[in-house]
């Protein structure tokens, strides 16, 4: 999964970073620079256990830490 995919994944379940962040046991400022480009000196490449849990919350999976009142 791509940084792009990522945020664009992120985006689309309407989680901020500190959300996805609580969900996934991570700062958000990890998730912030996942999300970066690679070319940022920053950036750091999307963990690839939290592209596979990304890839369950898209599939409608929902952990015990999905914020309250969020489909």
């Not at 989680?15 to 998730?31: H, R, V």
């Not at 849990?53 to 009142?69: N, T």
Request: avoid cysteine.
């Amino acid at each position: 999964m791509t940084p792009e995919e990522f945020k664009e994944a992120r985006r689309k379940l309407g989680l901020t970073q500190s959300e996805l962040g609580a969900i996934l046991d991570t700062a958000p400022q990890t998730i912030r620079k996942w999300e970066m480009p690679d070319t940022r000196s920053t950036a750091r490449g999307v963990n690839p256990v939290a592209a596979r849990v990304m890839a369950w919350l898209m599939s409608g999976w929902r952990p015990p830490q999905w914020p309250q009142g969020r489909a």
